[in-house]
């Protein structure tokens, strides 16, 4: 039994692995006599401690302020994302995108700055990997997001992939997971209209409803 679990996965194929997401324990407040929880926002995605077992062996690691992850299908590799839980000057953590060797369970940081990452997608070989991130504020309510791309093993920092001919105005989805074709050879990405910011200089009174009615 795993205490404080949110999520579980584990590889299609390959090794008798597991991964991970551990809530956290809820704090409690001594002045009230009540349990406050560590998570103050539902929306608002947590950094949380994930943790990745051999469940032949026994032999795990625990990584924290993970946001996003998934394995290769094979099993080999596994890839995350990880941002701060609160703004610290003092903190010095790299922060990013990191892949791991599932053998050695060596970790390695193939995209740097915290972002919001995701949509992580291998090929069916675990030869290639794909996903949508932007490195914009969290407070920045309309995202741009880029499209990241690369051959494994990734021996140096991933960057960003600029799209050509997109259609005007459209921008790369953040709710679409790029997905590779059965031969590697071809990847197939979401693209979207771009998000129209709501103008927040109207107050509610300046603003036109309508009812729209029909009947036979």
Not at 138 to 160: I, M, R
Request: charged residues 30%; hydrophobic residues 30%.
């Amino acid at each position: 039994k795993l205490p404080n679990l949110k999520s579980f996965k584990g590889p299609k194929k390959g090794d008798a692995l597991g991964d991970y997401l551990e809530h956290k324990k809820e704090k409690k407040d001594s002045t009230k006599g009540k349990k406050v929880d560590a998570i103050k926002d539902a929306k608002k995605v947590q950094p949380l401690n994930l943790v990745l077992r051999n469940l032949t062996s026994g032999k795990k690691e625990i990584f924290k302020n993970v946001t996003e992850y998934d394995f290769s299908e094979n099993g080999k590799h596994l890839i995350f994302a990880t941002k701060p839980e609160k703004k610290d000057s003092t903190d010095k953590t790299p922060y990013g995108v990191y892949l791991v060797n599932t053998t050695s369970f060596t970790k390695q940081l193939i995209v740097a700055g915290a972002g919001d990452y995701k949509q992580f997608s291998f090929d069916e070989n675990g030869t290639q990997v794909s996903f949508v991130g932007s490195k914009e504020n969290d407070k920045v309510k309309t995202k741009t997001y880029q499209f990241y791309y690369s051959k494994l093993p990734q021996a140096s920092k991933v960057d960003s992939v600029q799209i050509k001919n997109l259609p005007t105005d459209w921008v790369i989805s953040e709710n679409r997971k790029p997905v590779f074709s059965k031969d590697g050879n071809k990847l197939f990405l979401g693209i979207a209209p771009k998000p129209v910011e709501k103008d927040t200089t109207l107050i509610a009174e300046d603003q036109a409803k309508v009812d729209i009615w029909h009947w036979n």
